[in-house]
């Protein structure tokens, strides 16, 4: 086999290093993926955890908060209709005010 020029060699290691940085690449973004499913994953568990203990437990001082919470950072209307103990959102996009008597009495 005959010897490469130095050129050449110097190419194919170009080529190398390309190919590894692709490789390298294609790592990382596949790493980025596997921890945002786990973050993804981890919000559900715990999101589901504090609904069934909200269910559960309402009059507590958690049940407490995370209505207020709920009430107060669930805005928009289509994601209100989740929770039908909220009242709907007049307008929209506002976040809702302390509950008031809408029959007049204030």
Do not use: C
């Amino acid at each position: 086999m005959a010897r490469q020029k130095p050129i050449d060699k110097a190419k194919a290691i170009d080529q190398q290093i390309q190919q590894l940085l692709a490789q390298k690449k294609a790592l990382e973004a596949q790493q980025r993926d596997a921890e945002r499913k786990a973050d993804t994953r981890r919000k559900i568990l715990v999101g589901a955890l504090a609904l069934e203990h909200w269910e559960k437990n309402r009059a507590s001082e958690f049940g407490k908060v995370m209505h207020r919470l709920v009430d107060e950072y669930v805005t928009r209307p289509h994601d209100r209709a989740l929770f039908p103990e909220l009242a709907p959102v007049a307008g929209g996009s506002e976040a809702p005010t302390t509950a008031t008597p809408e029959d007049g009495a204030a």
